[in-house]
């Protein structure tokens, strides 16, 4: 009987003491809104009318210098989880869903070893196979903190989808109009509306951005919802509140892009009286300091006192561990929806520096979901019948190699000073701080994504992280240094390019081979090393191969090739690749009898089904596919 006592004394003391404990570690909720920039009160739009958030940064801190690393919601979210860029991990390619190595740690994981009860409501997007929700106590519409053990601390994040992109998609309106969500007139009278100058003032342009106001009406309803529940629920004097977009957007330039349209966002915390101590200023007060997405996982494993793998980068900037800042701060784009693409930049917050590494596609990508925003088409529309300005028409051009900005003097980023040798020393300094976290991040971007695949699809084998690991297999300081002067488009190069085209490694001669496809019909004297290229063993060099031969003149040839491709592909990325080929070639009409059949790898609302939808339409990559083009 004794003994029994003795047991339920020790139970009891040991709940006690994991109460008292979990008492002394902070709740964290985190509110994420989608897509939308810094059109809110607090950061000074007066057409805003964000009274929750405005309230939320009049007792909080907000943030001046906050930037999404990579600017469209999964592969944000895929650096989030890992504590490292995407780019790192080799997750980094919109909605793809490659395997991640055990010994990447999502920090939810952490969070849990530390006794916390971790929830999302409940958006998962991380562009892995390895894990999903699973990594989460709960996740989905019915998670929820208060749903945790007495006295548990949580780590609670609530994500608002009311301000996507999609909310000025006319069906969109139309379905928030009949359920009385928004306003029949917008809110925001037309002459108010103010445009950046890559902007055509369009009628759509100016009623897509006064729905986007009204949308950010109801997200800043669902925060204020939020914070009310909290309260309500008694835990408002021990949770820390921390809101930030997931990127910027929504309009023309924004969402996709690495100017400050597209990454630098709305970011701000809060700090109950119990928990002031840990705050990184006053309250109402504004942080100038450069933070990143890629500081929060490591901010919040420290702040919950979870244990911080090796492998999670960026700096803590809350509580009693703050670090020193970043002094620059890597932005990343590669492939989005269908459209293959690269770019890299840095900002030390003043200071951006973009390289475009494949400078011979548009910057402006024609997805077929952006099209669904009638500002945009009007904007295209505008451009082809000779109505824009420079600033407006460039969006539609080919995008330069280099683009350097002094965001203080140019904050909408259309003065272009790579080429003005007044700032060539800034230009030189940021494009070696540029390869240096290039290097310092293990960069696995420049690996074409076909070959991902591969080694994806060999689920016995290395994942894409791993494989990166080995130098033999992915050698980047070569690829850097190749993929680095190629793009420039400099047809003395030409050499250069062709021995990058002996290289053992599929990367290697890929960049050598896109060297050549970028030079367009200057590339003739490598006329034969072209076509030796077509029978590479890489799909990927094969395909470029097919793409130059198209640059020099032989289109139809081009295509009948890259056809072929499609039909043999194993993998989507192989898939879209081939007929992004074509797409580039601006010949939609070489599919035309073919049978979408034919294509093995064409699966649902993959992105070889997407391609191809756009080629049947009529579209390339200059061209919308559609009835109204």
Request: hydrophobic fraction near 35%.
């Amino acid at each position: 009987m004794k003994t029994r006592k003795i047991l339920i004394f020790s139970l009891l003391f040991a709940l006690i003491a994991t109460c008292i404990f979990a008492a002394e570690k902070p709740n964290i909720l985190w509110i994420t809104s989608e897509d939308n920039g810094r059109f809110l009160g607090c950061y000074g739009d007066k057409n805003a009318k964000t009274p929750n958030l405005d309230s939320l940064a009049e007792h909080g801190v907000r943030y001046e210098n906050f930037y999404a690393n990579a600017p469209v919601c999964s592969v944000a979210r895929s650096s989030w989880i890992l504590g490292m860029p995407a780019i790192s991990s080799g997750i980094h390619m919109m909605r793809c869903s490659y395997r991640t190595p055990s010994k990447l740690v999502p920090y939810p994981t952490l969070l849990k070893q530390a006794g916390y009860y971790v929830t999302n409501h409940t958006k998962t997007d991380y562009n892995s196979s390895s894990f999903q929700g699973n990594i989460w106590d709960k996740c989905g519409k019915k998670a929820h903190y208060k749903n945790r053990k007495p006295g548990q601390p949580f780590f609670a994040v609530f994500n608002i989808t009311i301000s996507h992109e999609s909310s000025v998609f006319p069906n969109t309106v139309k379905n928030r109009l009949k359920k009385g969500n928004i306003p029949e007139k917008p809110r925001v009278a037309a002459e108010n509306i103010h445009l950046p100058p890559y902007q055509l003032r369009t009628p759509e342009t100016i009623y897509d951005w006064q729905r986007m106001y009204d949308s950010l009406d109801l997200m800043d309803s669902e925060v204020g919802r939020l914070l009310k529940e909290l309260e309500n629920l008694g835990e408002a004097e021990n949770t820390i509140i921390v809101y930030n977009s997931d990127h910027g957007g929504i309009t023309l330039r924004s969402k996709r892009y690495l100017y400050d349209s597209g990454t630098r966002v709305p970011m701000i915390v809060f700090f109950p009286k119990k928990w002031k101590h840990l705050a990184p200023g006053k309250p109402g007060s504004v942080s100038t300091r450069l933070t990143q997405f890629l500081d929060m996982p490591r901010t919040f494993l420290s702040l919950c006192g979870a244990k911080i793998p090796k492998h999670y980068t960026g700096n803590i900037f809350l509580g009693d561990k703050t670090e020193a800042a970043p002094e620059n701060i890597l932005l990343f784009s590669n492939r989005f929806d269908e459209c293959p693409d690269m770019r890299r930049a840095i900002t030390d917050g003043r200071w951006k520096y973009i390289r475009n590494y494949q400078p011979d596609r548009p910057r402006y990508q024609m997805l077929r979901y952006i099209w669904n925003q009638e500002g945009q088409q009007s904007q295209f529309k505008a451009y082809k019948q000779g109505k824009t300005t420079p600033a407006q028409s460039a969006q539609f051009q080919d995008q330069t190699p280099e683009e350097l900005f002094d965001t203080s003097a140019d904050p909408h980023e259309v003065n272009n000073l790579a080429f003005n040798p007044q700032f060539s020393k800034q230009l030189k300094s940021m494009q070696e701080e540029l390869d240096k976290l290039i290097i310092a991040y293990g960069d696995i971007g420049f690996m074409p994504e076909p070959q991902m695949a591969t080694v994806d699809q060999n689920k016995s084998g290395p994942t894409i992280y791993e494989f990166a690991q080995d130098k033999s297999n992915y050698p980047l300081k070569e690829a850097l240094k190749l993929a680095n002067i190629v793009h420039l488009r400099n047809p003395e190069n030409i050499k250069l390019c062709t021995k990058a085209l002996a290289n053992k490694s599929e990367t290697i001669r890929c960049w050598g081979m896109m060297g050549l496809r970028m030079l367009g019909k200057t590339a003739s004297p490598a006329k034969a090393d072209v076509e030796k290229g077509l029978t590479d063993p890489a799909p990927s060099v094969r395909i470029n191969a097919a793409i130059t031969l198209g640059n020099l003149g032989d289109k139809n040839r081009a295509c009948e090739l890259l056809l072929k491709e499609a039909k043999a592909a194993t993998s989507d990325p192989y898939g879209f690749w081939a007929l992004d080929g074509i797409k580039y070639l601006d010949m939609p009409d070489a599919i035309k009898d073919t049978n979408k059949k034919d294509l093995p790898v064409i699966k649902g609302r993959n992105y070889t089904s997407r391609t191809w939808a756009l080629l049947q339409n009529g579209g390339s990559m200059h061209q919308p596919g559609g009835p109204k083009w």
